[in-house]
């Protein structure tokens, strides 16, 4: 047979194989005519080139997690995406079946399933299982649809990495009136009260943060001012009762938020546990979906890393987010000194509030009970 007609049939099969035109012709035959005539190098531009395969980045584990109140194992029924195939997020992954029906099992996650870990028809999937794994780049160039002239790829292409983010942070933006209040908390008492809760909590092997303390502080806050612990819902606003709040954790993935759930009415040690607990399962990629999705209550604290002070974008549909910056030495005027001076810790925290929920007013009261825990931490134990 003609050389020009195997060309011809290896095009067209290469082209039928690529759905939707996954790569495109002029491409293909510069593939085509580097892989046979070495002496005939084609010079692509760099954003058209697809021959060289870019390396697996960082990769998202998915586990098994419970799809009803019941659910302690599944068997996965089928799987609906191939190894190799794209997802976004919010595509239906696997059908499982629970011990009340047939669910779906969706990506949270925009990228490509890299690994199917459990094959269809396997019985009795525990609760915390690695089921799958998705990489959000690190894809070969031959799998995206290039949005330039004749197919060529822009960065536009494979940087969708930071998109749900952006749109979600966005929509924040544009669509809550955000407003900030600050003050200036005093937190010499906090790092008393934690120095001796920590020596006596060493024989358990538990250790107190500040940030613990933040937490009950602002649980019980909101419990004074349910008014922050609530969320627009077009029509009327929702005022929750349990106080269930979000602590931001940083991952190699992304920001996460998981949840310490009815924090007002737990102590500092359980918090204590948790967080960790928590942070751990994150960072790992180990959480459940009912362990970060919800929450009544935001809070960022970026004080560890020498962060003074700064707003934070409300986490929608709540109300309020604190933002926590980092304490330094102040000093301030005094009476009862004798040098007319006082010093002592200070940190900055920034409320941001959504005014169509939290008056001015009363995100000011909310803060005002907030600094009053804080300063007066034995009060948080009563």
Same mark, same amino acid.
């Given at each position: ?30 593939? %085509? ?35 009803? /109140? ?59 299982? $690695? ?31 930071? =998109? ?6 966005? =929509? ?8 900030? $209040? ?31 303390? %933040? ?21 009327? %606003? ?19 938020? /998981? ?43 970026? !004080? ?19 933002? %926590? ?18 010093? !002592? ?5 920034? $409320? ?31």
């Amino acid at each position: 047979m003609h050389r020009s007609s195997v060309l011809v049939r290896y095009i067209l099969r290469q082209s039928t194989r690529s759905r939707n035109g996954l790569i495109s012709l002029r491409c293909l035959c510069t593939r %085509i005519v580097n892989q046979t005539h070495p002496r005939l190098l084609i010079h692509t531009p760099q954003s058209a080139r697809i021959l060289a395969p870019i390396q697996y980045g960082q990769p998202r584990r998915f586990y098994s997690s419970a799809l009803s /109140p019941t659910m302690e194992s599944g068997t996965i029924i089928n799987w609906q995406k191939k190894e190799g195939d794209r997802v976004s997020e919010g595509d239906l992954l696997a059908e499982i079946e629970t011990d009340k029906a047939t669910m779906g099992f969706e990506s949270a996650e925009e990228g490509f399933l890299a690994k199917i870990c459990i094959p269809e028809g396997t019985k009795d999937v525990p609760l915390g299982k $690695l089921v799958c794994i998705i990489v959000k780049k690190g894809f070969e160039l031959s799998q995206v649809l290039g949005s330039g002239p004749e197919g060529q790829i822009r960065a536009q292409d494979i940087s969708n990495m930071r =998109q749900v983010i952006a749109k979600r942070l966005t =929509q924040s933006k544009q669509t809550i009136p955000h407003y900030y $209040l600050t003050v200036d908390v005093k937190v010499d008492n906090v790092l008393k009260v934690r120095k001796e809760l920590n020596e006596l909590l060493a024989k358990q092997g538990m250790k107190l943060s500040v940030n613990d303390f %933040i937490i009950k502080a602002s649980a019980i806050a909101c419990k004074k001012v349910p008014e922050c612990n609530s969320s627009w819902m077009e029509s009327f %606003i929702r005022q929750y009762t349990a106080v269930d709040v979000c602590v931001a954790v940083a991952t190699d993935n992304g920001l996460i938020t /998981p949840i310490v759930f009815g924090a007002d009415s737990k102590g500092l040690g359980v918090i204590a546990q948790e967080v960790v607990s928590l942070a751990k399962k994150a960072r790992e990629g180990k959480l459940m979906p009912q362990e970060y999705q919800g929450g009544t209550f935001t809070i960022s604290n970026l !004080g560890m890393f020498g962060i003074k002070h700064f707003t934070a974008v409300i986490n929608p549909p709540q109300a309020c987010i604190l933002a %926590i910056g980092g304490a330094d030495k102040r000093y301030w005027p005094s009476e009862d000194a004798i040098s007319g001076m006082e010093t !002592g810790s200070v940190m900055s925290v920034t $409320l941001s509030c959504d005014h169509r929920v939290v008056d001015g007013a009363v995100g000011a009261q909310w803060l005002a009970e907030f600094r009053k825990l804080m300063e007066r931490p034995e009060s948080m134990l009563l």
